[in-house]
């Protein structure tokens, strides 16, 4: 899967969680202060995208990823090592 459908799955993760249209996410939109999420919904996302990824985000990795780009990045790094 190359970076740009990941970002896209993860994009419609981020939108299921908040109850969002996919096409009100975009890449860069700032999960807290643009999208308005809480930490919970990022835990929810997170979890959705170990589950449907194969991956596993340590807790740093979230905490420093705020937009579904970086969300997709650290994902892509978790499964190729």
Known sequence: MN????TAE???IIAQVLALPAEEVSPQAHFYDTLG??????LEVVALMEARFGC????????????A?????RAALSVTG
Do not use: F, H, M, N
């Open 37 to 42: 999420g809480d930490s919970l919904q990022k």
């Open 3 to 6: 970076a740009s459908d990941l």
């Open 10 to 12: 993860v994009i419609e």
């Open 69 to 73: 780009e970086e969300l997709a990045e």
């Open 56 to 67: 596993r985000l340590e807790a740093d990795q979230v905490a420093s990823s705020d937009t």
